[in-house]
């Protein structure tokens, strides 16, 4: 029978050593609930329009309007929008991804 004799301890104090990522961004902090409503919409966005890439084609201001819309619904005590059947903060979530996609780019 072989024996493994361990010599060294993990020392987390040197970790930036063995890995630089100090600084970096960290996007596992996303609560994935985030992720996967957007995803549901954009799921819904993609049967109900047939292209994925669609959202690019709206004017930024139809998305304020309707992250409004939302939100508004939300706060009168709405949970679920009537036509998709998810949740109007999903929704909200979606529209404020693509208005922050669309500034990065301007």
Do not use: C
Request: aromatic share 10%.
């Amino acid at each position: 029978m072989n024996e493994v004799i361990i010599t060294s301890t993990w020392e987390h104090e040197d970790d930036q050593q063995a890995k630089a990522d100090a600084g970096k961004p960290r996007p596992t902090l996303t609560p994935v609930s985030l992720i996967d409503a957007v995803t549901a919409v954009r799921m819904y966005g993609n049967e109900k329009y047939h292209d994925p890439e669609n959202w690019r084609q709206v004017e930024p201001q139809r998305y304020r309007d309707a992250l409004y819309r939302h939100w508004l619904a939300y706060l009168k005590g709405e949970k679920i929008d009537l036509e998709s059947g998810l949740p109007h903060l999903w929704h909200l979530a979606t529209n404020a991804a693509f208005l922050i996609e669309m500034e990065g780019k301007q």
